[in-house]
């Protein structure tokens, strides 16, 4: 199995990023997916999930109205499209990935199986 995420980078206060997470190995309809996040001296914070079906999604509060997840079933693809970013956005940004077809979408990280590496996303001017 594997998890790749993209689209990381600097940006300015006020920009968007798209990440991308290319899954590979598992059986991508059926999982739900997540994005987290990782700031340096901090643990590692829920950012946003999405169940199987799409029909179901969960934000951090802090971050509803900024930040969309996304699914491709098609490709296997998950997105995490990030609009009016502020410099307390800057992380390690992770996708994950855990095989669930019922209930509300996972904001616990030791719910999930999968993880990518990660990719940094530094927001300053």
């Known amino acids: 199995v594997q998890l790749v995420e993209s689209g990381g980078g600097p940006v300015q206060p006020g920009g968007s990023l798209r990440l991308s997470c290319a899954t590979s190995?598992?059986?991508?309809?059926?999982?739900?997916v997540g994005w987290f996040r990782q700031a340096p001296g901090k643990e590692r914070q829920f950012v946003a999930a999405?169940?199987?079906?799409?029909?179901?999604?969960q934000y951090a509060d802090s971050l509803k109205g900024r930040f969309t997840i996304s699914r491709d079933n098609a490709k296997n693809m998950m997105y995490l499209q990030m609009n009016s970013l502020k410099p307390e956005d800057t992380a390690v940004y992770y996708c994950?990935?855990?095989?669930?077809?019922?209930?509300?979408?996972?904001?616990?990280?030791?719910?999930?199986?999968?993880w990518g590496q990660g990719t940094q996303v530094t927001v300053s001017s």
């Open positions: 994950a990935a855990v095989e669930m077809t019922w209930g509300p979408p996972a904001t616990i990280p030791g719910t999930y199986s999968y």
């Open positions: 190995g598992l059986t991508f309809s059926k999982q739900t």
């Open positions: 999405l169940t199987w079906s799409s029909l179901q999604s």
